[in-house]
């Protein structure tokens, strides 16, 4: 079975610093993708960045890059210069086994992150 | 421009009254999802359609079900509601599926339903 952790609740950070959100996982699975979302008070879910186990560089995209650590099994997520606009929860999931064809996502319980100015 | 599209935003709905949430999608995307997500909790799966394949989740009660008429249009069909089904439901779309597959999914903004 897969699982992904999130072990900070609540994260806060001041504008303009960065910020590490933790993910560790776990799978048997030797290929797997390890996704970050981020949701707003709103509601949608806004795809950030991904990871797959077989990259040999961690994923950049913008400010969102992602500390991939494969022995260690974690997939942080690091925010640079952080804005107000990027308080919201995010969430860690993993793509699922072959059991469901890849095609599933399990999710971590979400970090709250609150940016104040 | 919205690709993922579900309506409507809010729904109110009576206990033990039908209801019928819908999703649609522009991209062409083969596979559909559907999530339950109550507040602070993380979203769950509560079923999927690859194509025309329907998937569901062994703990989806049988009071949800599902129906993809095209490739377009997914609606969830919740038969009699209870109080404990009140929460947010997130429709997404990926485009295909595999070991390999870095697609991620994309979400519509959801359906906030609330059961008096």
């Known amino acids: 079975a897969q699982k992904i952790t999130q072990t900070q609740p609540g994260m806060f950070v001041q504008e303009k610093e960065a910020v590490t959100l933790d993910c560790t996982y776990d799978?048997?699975?030797?290929?797997?993708?390890l996704f970050w979302y981020k949701q707003p008070s709103s509601g949608e879910m806004i795809f950030l960045i991904y990871?797959?186990?077989?990259?040999?560089q961690n994923a950049t995209e913008g400010r969102y890059s992602l500390n991939f650590q494969k022995a260690r099994k974690s997939a942080n997520l690091v925010i640079s210069a952080s804005q107000l606009g990027d308080s919201a929860m995010y969430f860690c999931?993993?793509?699922?086994?072959?059991?469901?064809?890849?095609?599933?996502?399990?999710f971590g319980k979400g970090t709250m992150l609150l940016v104040s100015p | 421009d919205a690709m993922v599209i579900q309506n409507p935003r809010y729904q109110v709905t009576q206990f033990g009254k039908p209801v019928t949430l819908s999703c649609s999608q522009t991209?062409?995307?083969?596979?559909m999802y559907w999530y339950q997500q109550k507040s602070s909790q993380a979203p769950k799966l509560l079923f999927h359609y690859y194509d025309k394949d329907f998937n569901n989740e062994a703990d989806t009660p049988d009071n949800f079900q599902s129906r993809r008429p095209n490739t377009s249009f997914c609606f969830l069909d919740i038969r009699s509601p209870g109080l404990g089904d009140a929460a947010m439901y997130l429709c997404?779309?990926?485009?295909?599926?595999?070991?390999?597959?870095?697609?991620?999914?994309?979400f519509g903004d959801g359906t906030r339903l609330s059961i008096l």
């Open positions: 990871q797959g186990s077989y990259d040999q």
């Open positions: 997404a779309t990926s485009r295909d599926r595999g070991r390999a597959s870095n697609q991620p999914q994309h």
């Open positions: 799978t048997s699975d030797p290929s797997y993708g």
């Open positions: 999931a993993m793509r699922g086994g072959a059991a469901t064809g890849y095609s599933t996502l399990t």
């Open positions: 991209l062409n995307h083969n596979v």
